[in-house]
């Protein structure tokens, strides 16, 4: 995403949040982040902006292209209040 542009904003909370938290290696060698509770032993606040920057990459966007002239079916945002934090 940044090779393609994207650019992070100049924020010193959301530099904390992204350079404070520690790592280590699961027993399947696989990238863990340290535990929130860690975090708070060793004095450092929930990184919530980190957390949400985050999650913007947590779900894989849809890779679907419409064909010219199709329109997308909006009725899934009207079948009832389950819906209603996607509008």
């Not at 100049?10 to 280590?24: A, K, M, R, S, V």
């Not at 982040?33 to 929930?46: A, I, T, V």
């Not at 079916?73 to 819906?83: C, I, L, M, T």
Request: proline content about 7%.
């Amino acid at each position: 995403m940044l090779k393609a542009g994207a650019e992070i904003p100049d924020d010193p909370e959301l530099e904390i949040d992204l350079t404070c938290p520690q790592y280590g290696y699961s027993s399947k060698s696989q990238i863990q982040p340290e535990k929130k509770d860690d975090m708070k032993h060793r004095g450092l606040g929930s990184p919530d902006l980190g957390d949400t920057l985050a999650m913007t990459f947590a779900v894989r966007p849809s890779t679907r292209r419409f064909q010219q002239g199709e329109k997308f079916d909006y009725s899934v945002f009207q079948r009832g209040a389950e819906n209603l934090w996607m509008l």
